[in-house]
């Protein structure tokens, strides 16, 4: 299975036409009728049904695709990486974060680094741990700021300087929006939307003690922005992490003695980068330790 194939491939899944996607990848339309034929035979499946002159995706077609972009992006990643020149840094550095307040911290350290080498470009993921452990492992992902709790055992990793504080989004005419602290307590007869990562649901879990028993959830998520809307068209209250963001009609709320928890910056352990996300990677050290930053 070649790369350039996959690329043809994709055309298609993105044209839905034979025709239009030759056009795009300037070959003639026979030519790509047979390379698709060939990469069915090769795989022993059907790719693309005919409807109404489209070319649809079959099942085994979603599945190609998403691989697909998978492969053809870590390709384009690895020329990129494999190809600078070794004078001037340049290339991507690709960045998965959560939604934390050291995202401030971190930005400042992509903007002063990306001043200093003005052909290094940055591709930002967003999701949950999670996500951006398989982004990482999968070899799309360079560097992750992860949130703790987390096994750190197959990473090397920096601790960032920000303290992640938990709280309660709810709307302003609720009448927990008077409230200095939320305590445990206060969620008793209250509709909750909860973080969906697991051991941080553990985490909340302790600090509610008994009360956690008789939580009522009605939902869950793994970002933010999404769940606040619920939470503003009056489905709940939502517990989540301080973050410095303003959303319409919500206050938010410390919890009292909540834990706070701190984040980490990771990348894959004795994996070989390029000199660019090497370089990245130090001055981010030095950055965060307060050392001289002019790092080359």
């Not at 009522?216 to 970002?223: E, G, I, W």
């Not at 992490?241 to 319409?248: A, N």
Request: glycine share 6%.
């Amino acid at each position: 299975m070649e790369i350039r194939v996959l690329n043809y491939f994709l055309a298609v899944a993105r044209e839905e036409n034979i025709t239009r996607a030759a056009e795009s990848l300037n070959i003639t339309q026979p030519t790509l009728s047979r390379q698709l034929h060939q990469l069915e035979e090769e795989l022993g499946v059907e790719l693309f049904e005919k409807e109404n002159r489209k070319m649809i995706l079959t099942n085994e077609g979603m599945l190609l695709k998403r691989r697909a972009q998978e492969i053809v992006s870590l390709a384009d990643k690895t020329v990129t990486e494999v190809s600078h020149n070794e004078k001037d840094l340049n290339g991507e550095i690709a960045i998965g974060c959560g939604e934390l307040q050291s995202v401030d911290t971190l930005s400042k350290i992509i903007v002063e680094f990306q001043k200093l080498h003005p052909k290094v470009t940055f591709n930002m993921f967003s999701g949950n741990t999670e996500d951006i452990k398989n982004q990482m492992d999968q070899g799309l992902l360079d560097i992750g700021l992860f949130l703790e709790p987390v096994n750190v055992e197959k990473y090397d990793f920096l601790r960032m300087n920000v303290e992640e504080t938990w709280g309660l989004f709810v709307r302003d005419d609720s009448k927990l929006a008077n409230h200095e602290v939320i305590e445990p307590k206060d969620l008793k007869n209250q509709s909750v939307i909860l973080p969906g990562r697991g051991v941080i649901n553990h985490e909340l879990m302790n600090w509610l003690g008994s009360e956690g028993e008789k939580l009522s959830t009605v939902s869950s998520y793994n970002l933010i922005y999404n769940s606040a809307k619920l939470v503003q068209n009056g489905m709940g209250v939502m517990l989540c992490l301080k973050l410095d963001t303003y959303y319409q009609y919500l206050t938010f709320i410390p919890l009292s003695n909540a834990p706070v928890l701190n984040s980490f910056v990771v990348w894959n352990s004795g994996q070989i980068f390029s000199k660019t996300v090497t370089s990245f990677i130090e001055y981010t050290r030095r950055y965060i330790k307060g050392i001289d930053i002019d790092v080359n």
